[in-house]
């Protein structure tokens, strides 16, 4: 199937979101840009936050019951923090009807799939999944049609999992401009640990050890460039949503953060021992990696 | 004075650049934007990259001698790696003209100040300075004339620099379109350590930490989004430059990374516990910080 037809094939009803911000307002924006969608049911609990993706056209009809918001909705995508999931998933998979799809968008795979599979239905299915894209802005007004074109999106299957609904969440995330991967649970928490959880977790520590530097009595964050604003901007992510992950993620993160340390900690090493090739070697490793992403 | 008389009145019949790189080759090309430069003479040891400046109009005549090029300057621009800075001094001062102002861009300034001025005659001065500003790409085609326009410019004047040789190295930073601090050199240093230094180490292990890691016998960076990228553009940052930075600036550099590794470690240890509380704090006091400086 090309993507031609997977996109003018694809359509999908009735959609509920839950969790209107960046990652739930994108995909509702992407799919009716993409004509993929009919209606779009928007579900939180900030009335506020609804109001304002109603206004700007993100979602048709807005609700803060998401047990009735879900009711008619062929798929529906669940973009709360990662620790409400079960929660929610809980709430609504009572009155979805038969055949519903429930796919998510949390950055953690395995914990989520362990407490939502239990609570299933015969008759409606999960395809845990997680976009690989994001900005450090958060709420509805920070989402935008084309946050998904052209990222991965990360899709967990587990041995329970529908292989219909699993195909049709994939041609959803590719009619949205996404290369859909497929990786097992385990695998993704790592991954995943490496190259966002951990960077997070660093930029976080940075941020907060420079900006509490006092020896000068003024804040000398004042003096940083474009170096440091670039490199600090994930620091501005938001606490809830990165308090869930760090938790929820918890022994992948630790061993990334264990392997940090040594690398951190050598590197220190060879500054205090001043040995010029091995801090050369160290830096030069990295801009060749760095490079190779670029 | 105003900013319009400091532009109009300020004037280099003169300069010599050493070191045509990003940082050396943007104030030549800014300089020449303002007007505020004759001839400008571009000086290093790679021919191909001082042809590079000259092909791009950054100077006006090139020569890998750096005596000879310095002869007729009034201002030398010294633009080499940190650790070659006293070397590229003791080699020009003996031929440069009476009156001839030196300054630097060199990102530390303590070792640098001690080193060159026991060399300077009685009619020679130095003022050493700082532009904080840059990008990860270096070498003469990295180089644009609006680099300094709106940042900082540190100057750390020690008690026997001339103090209109000062007033003169300000001026020329304010005409680039500089804000100019003077500041204590052990300040700058300690400052430097923690907003820019510091980061750059921490970026460094990041991505050797990350990029090395390989469970699942594939490049997990493929997986990295804009966050990552971001996050990692300064670990592209020249590795000479770095490493000497890192041994030029080794006491507070091992001070902050201290620091920072306290940080870090209470972060971990609050993961580890699953201290919901406390996680969110630390996150939201970064957040807040880092939005301060948006």
Redesign the interface.
Same mark, same amino acid.
């Given at each position: 199937m090309n993507k031609a037809q997977t996109q003018s094939d694809f359509f999908i009803p009735r959609l509920a979101v839950i969790g209107v911000g960046l990652i739930g307002g994108s995909l509702a924006l992407a799919l009716r840009e993409a004509g993929a969608v009919g209606e779009i049911v928007g579900i939180g609990r900030g009335l506020e936050n609804l109001q304002k993706a109603l206004d700007l056209g993100i979602v048709d009809r807005i609700t803060q019951d998401a047990a009735e918001g879900c009711r008619d909705a062929d798929v529906v995508f669940l973009a709360t923090p990662v620790r409400t999931l079960a929660d929610v998933a809980a709430a609504i998979i009572p009155s979805l009807k038969p055949g519903a799809i429930l796919t998510d968008g949390g950055s953690v795979k395995a914990q989520v799939a362990q407490e939502i599979e239990p609570l299933l239905r015969d008759d409606v299915f999960l395809v845990p999944g997680h976009p690989?894209?994001?900005?450090?802005k958060s709420g509805a007004e920070a989402a935008f049609a084309t946050l998904y074109q052209g990222?991965?999106c990360?899709l967990t299957p587990t041995k329970s999992t529908d292989q219909e609904a699993l195909l049709f969440i994939q041609r959803m995330w590719a009619t949205v401009g996404s290369e859909v991967?497929l990786m097992d649970v385990t695998?993704h928490d790592? &991954? +995943?640990a490496?190259?966002?959880h +951990?960077?997070?977790? &660093?930029?976080?520590?940075?941020?907060?050890?420079?900006?509490?530097?006092d020896?000068?009595e003024e804040?000398?964050?004042?003096?940083?460039?474009?170096? *440091?604003?670039?490199?600090? @901007?994930?620091?501005?992510?938001?606490?809830?949503m990165?308090?869930d992950i760090?938790?929820t993620n @918890?022994d992948a993160?630790?061993e990334?953060?264990?392997? *940090?340390?040594? *690398?951190?900690?050598e +590197?220190?090493e060879d &500054?205090?021992q001043?040995d010029?090739g091995k +801090?050369?070697d160290?830096?030069? @490793?990295?801009?060749q990696?760095?490079?190779?992403?670029?």
């Open positions: 690989i894209a994001g900005t450090e990222r991965r990360i991967v695998k790592r &991954v +995943l490496a190259i966002s +951990l960077p997070h977790m &660093v930029a976080y520590s940075l941020v907060n050890a420079v900006g509490s530097y020896r000068y804040n000398i964050l004042e003096y940083s460039a474009g170096g *440091f604003r670039d490199f600090t @901007r994930i620091a501005s992510s938001d606490p809830t990165w308090r760090a938790l @918890r993160l630790i990334m953060m264990e392997r *940090f340390e040594r *690398f951190f900690g +590197l220190k &500054v205090r001043g010029d +801090l050369f160290f830096f030069q @490793r990295s801009k990696m760095r490079d190779e992403i670029l």
